[in-house]
């Protein structure tokens, strides 16, 4: 069973930066960012291929910039501009194939301060 790792949360004013890290223990075809708030459904960010195809919620688009490194089998979210709204739990995610079980990270937090 593949396991994801998380790292990079935290807190940050609006207008700033962070960025998060998720290591996955196997190779997996698609990797990606969800993110949650209390009394909400989980929600899309942005996923990456391993051939590096993107998609991106439209609330992140030109903010948010996603990437990876297959040999350290890493997936990265870069988040830039952070508005209040952006605050949640970011749950890494990954799939073997297209259509296989989702498997998840253990959540970092990120609060961004107005």
């Known amino acids: 069973q593949v396991q994801l790792v998380e790292s990079g949360g935290g807190l940050v004013q609006a207008g700033g930066s962070l960025k998060l890290s998720c290591g996955a223990s196997g190779i997996v075809f698609i990797m990606g960012w969800y993110r949650q708030v209390p009394g909400k459904q989980r929600e899309l960010v942005a996923t990456?291929?391993?051939?590096?195809?993107?998609n991106y919620a439209d609330s992140v688009k030109g903010r948010f910039t996603i990437s990876r490194d297959n040999a350290k089998k890493t997936v990265y979210l870069q988040m830039n501009s952070l508005k209040p709204e952006d605050t949640g739990v970011y749950y890494c995610?990954?799939?073997?194939?297209?259509?296989?079980?989702?498997?998840w990270g253990q959540g970092t937090q990120v609060t961004v301060a107005s």
């Open positions: 990456i291929t391993s051939v590096g195809v993107r």
């Open positions: 995610n990954a799939q073997l194939y297209v259509g296989g079980n989702n498997i």
